[in-house]
Structure formats: C-alpha cells, structure tokens
C-alpha cells in the first residue's frame, strides 16, 4: 500500500498566487481529512470528507480556501489568493469509517510544506 | 477550557530514563484516545489507541482517568530513537461514528545518549 499521497511536498509561491494541493487517500479509506499545521497553532482540523461529501468545513479559515474531493481517490485543497500567513505544513489524512462507538485512527501523508512570500 | 491540553515539554532525559507525559481533556464523553507520534519534519503517525483504562504496548503504557479527564503515556527504558514529538488525540463527541480529532499541541521528547 502507497500510503497517502499528497503533492507537491514543496511549494514556494508569491502572495496573491493560486496554490492548489492534492492528495490521493488509502485505497479503500472512505474518510478524508486536511489539516494545516503551524508552530503557532498546532494541528488545525481544515475540513472532512466521508464518502466524497464535505461533512465539517468549520476549521476552513475563509473564503480563500476551499476543499472538493470529485471521487474516492482524489482530493484538492485550494487557497486563492494566497497570503504570508497561510504559510504552514498542510497534511492529507485517510480513515476507514470506524466502528459503533469507536473513532478514526488516521493516516497522514507526508505533508505539503507551503510558503507564501 | 481546550479541548486537549499537553504540557508541551520539552524533556529531556537520558537513555534508560521512564518518563511519562499527560494530557488533560474537556469532553467528558469521549470514549476513546490516541496518542501519535511525530518525527521532526515528518507527518504524524499512530502510535497507540487508548480505549477502557488503558493499555501497554512494549515500553509504551497508556492510561485512560476518566474521572480526572486525563490521559498519560509512560515510555520506559528511553531509547534514543524515541525522540520525537508525541501528540495526544481526543476525538469530538458527535454522537456518531465518525467526527473531528482533536489534536494537543504535542510533548517534545529528547532522549541523549
């Protein structure tokens, strides 16, 4: 199994570009999630997917940012414009719906590691 | 109050050392926990799942104080490859299977030689 796969893994880009991340969930894994991480922050939960359909996009910072997932095994997160602060670890994470009572366990990808000058 | 707290550290013990990390949660209904593991520069990973009062994997034990709303880790006999930045997981209660992971900032583990 590849894993999570998320590109780029490293993007350098000017304020007010577009910047748009992919990322390909575990085979099978009907959960996806994107979260960002900062020295500041910490992980930030951005949005969630099951079944391809946005369940929570409560953590999406503003309308700059947007989420689609078009089928099971693809998914793109895209800030435009995109400003300094955005700079940050943006991680992909796969999960199999969990059982009764239990929680996802998730698997993350390698992170895309964005700065925005 | 957050949703999960961490004391972020860091420690720094010797190789042989136990050290022990807690983590301190708000929702009371939270059923289960976890606590991930995450390398410098790298994505985090599981690394025990914490259901009932706890469990032990190895060096790694994980307790579950539901009364007192905390969760700990303990790593006996530190390895230098244990260095790393340990994050403990509370899930939302949303009354449903699935639903947000919140994260704690993390617990910064430096084991020296």
């Known amino acids: 199994d590849a894993g999570v796969i998320q590109s780029p893994r490293h993007e350098v880009t000017e304020m007010g570009q577009e910047v748009t991340l992919r990322c390909k969930p575990i085979?099978?894994?009907?959960?996806l999630f994107w979260y960002r991480q900062t020295m500041m922050r910490g992980l930030e939960l951005l949005i969630y997917?099951?079944?391809?359909?946005?369940?929570?996009d409560s953590g999406m910072p503003e309308d700059r940012f947007s989420a689609k997932m078009p089928n099971a095994s693809f998914s793109t997160l895209k800030i435009q414009p995109s400003e300094p602060r955005d700079s940050a670890v943006y991680f992909c994470?796969?999960?199999?719906?969990?059982?009764?009572?239990?929680?996802?366990?998730?698997?993350f990808g390698a992170g895309s590691r964005l700065t925005v000058l | 109050r957050k949703e999960v707290e961490q004391d972020p550290g860091p420690f720094n013990v010797p190789e042989g050392a136990t050290v022990a990390f807690n983590c301190t949660y708000s929702?009371?209904?939270?059923?289960?926990f976890f606590w991930y593991r995450q390398d410098c520069r790298k994505e985090p990973k599981l690394l025990m799942s914490?259901?009932?009062s706890g469990n032990e994997d190895g060096r790694f034990t994980a307790q579950l104080n539901r009364a007192s709303q905390y969760i700990s880790l303990l790593i006996r006999d530190s390895k230098l490859s244990d260095s790393a930045t340990y994050l403990c997981?509370?899930?939302?209660?949303?009354?449903?299977?699935?639903?947000?992971?919140?994260f704690g900032r993390g617990t910064q583990l430096t084991v020296w030689p």
């Open positions: 994470a796969s999960s199999k719906e969990a059982g009764v009572g239990g929680a996802n366990v998730l698997t």
């Open positions: 085979s099978g894994h009907n959960s």
């Open positions: 997917f099951n079944n391809n359909v946005p369940i929570d």
């Open positions: 929702n009371s209904a939270s059923q289960s």
């Open positions: 914490v259901y009932s």
């Open positions: 997981v509370v899930p939302a209660d949303r009354g449903s299977t699935l639903g947000r992971l919140y």
